[in-house]
């Protein structure tokens, strides 16, 4: 079964991946696995009995609090990126 669809179009014809585009998806893979690793730090910590009010853990708890709307921001920049170039490649044509 066969990928392509009517009109012509050839797999040469895609547009070419952007270096923000790959810059920000990325990004926010990156966020996302250092707030999962950050989650995971808390449960351990938390069950290791310690302190969560001092050291280095008021700021992982604010990486799994901040991290995650960050990741889907970039995300989201991405897609909006893409649509717009893509909307515009198919306008020209």
Partial sequence: MSTRTSGGTTPGDDLPVRRIDRILS???L???VLALVC???IIAGSTAGADMASGVWPVVSLLVLVTPPVAFACLLAVLIMS???RAR???AR
């Fill in 83 to 85: 649509f717009i170039r």
């Fill in 39 to 41: 989650f995971f730090a």
């Fill in 26 to 28: 990325f990004m926010s």
């Fill in 30 to 32: 990156g966020l996302f």
């Fill in 89 to 91: 490649a198919n306008k």
